[in-house]
Nanobody, 121 residues
């Protein structure tokens, strides 16, 4: 019904940059918050950055000043610009969104399939 598709991951050297994209498609009335999470093997998924429908942003302390989250309402897409990447940023990055599929439905959470980001030292 609703799909989130991430793109933009890859391999980059420390100090480099990557831009992740996540496009939401399907039956969508509105999208509330859109987030980026990351997860390493054997560890809990952690919130990296979040942006509300009004544009308010929130970042994990570990990425403040280096990562920027943004979104376009027109095409229901959220971006994560990652600069000054460090080896410890290596993880699978997941897109998350709270979606309302109709004017009468409640919010439901959806996840993307994840995209690998690898930062070499």
């Amino acid at each position: 019904q609703v799909q989130l598709v991430e793109s933009g991951g890859g391999l980059v050297q420390a100090g480099g940059s990557l831009r992740l994209s996540c496009a939401a498609s399907g039956t969508i009335f509105s999208i509330n918050r859109m987030d980026w999470y990351r997860q390493a093997p054997g560890k809990q998924r952690e919130l990296v950055a979040a942006i509300t429908s009004g544009g308010t942003t929130n970042y994990a302390d570990s990425v403040k000043g280096r990562f920027t989250i943004s979104r376009t309402k027109a095409n229901n897409t959220v971006y994560l610009q990652m600069n000054s990447l460090k080896p410890e940023d290596t993880d699978v990055y997941y897109c998350n969104a709270d979606v309302r599929v109709s004017a009468w439905s409640g919010l439901r959470e959806y996840w993307g399939q994840g995209t690998q980001v690898t930062v070499s030292s």
